[in-house]
């Protein structure tokens, strides 16, 4: 499970933690299904909160970042390893941190 800390200079909101284990618990085999959270400061700059989700991936990402902002996405991708007849297929979580310039 996703455990945030209460003693942070920051606070989050808890559609934080929903969006990522949301996130997590996704089918990776549904193309459909949800494959990004991203996060990102209320307006008093204290409050993290999840700003948007869906299932375009980079492109719709890409969409949504703000130039002046702080913002944090969790995607999910899938690994892939053939060998021989043999494919595996492992979904992960990985991260970015955007700092507008």
């Not at 996405?73 to 899938?78: I, L, P």
Request: charged share 20%; net charge negative.
């Amino acid at each position: 499970s996703f455990h945030i800390s209460q003693n942070m200079a920051v606070n989050v909101d808890g559609s934080c933690g929903g969006g990522i284990s949301d996130l997590k618990s996704s089918n990776p085999q549904d193309p459909s299904s949800l494959n990004y959270v991203l996060l990102g400061f209320q307006e008093d700059n204290k409050t993290l909160e999840c700003i948007a989700s869906g299932n375009g991936g980079v492109t719709e990402v890409a969409d949504k970042v703000v130039d002046n902002a702080v913002q944090f996405c969790f995607f999910r991708v899938v690994g892939v390893d053939e060998r021989g007849t043999v494919t595996s297929r492992r979904p992960k979580l990985c991260s970015f941190t955007w700092i507008g310039p």
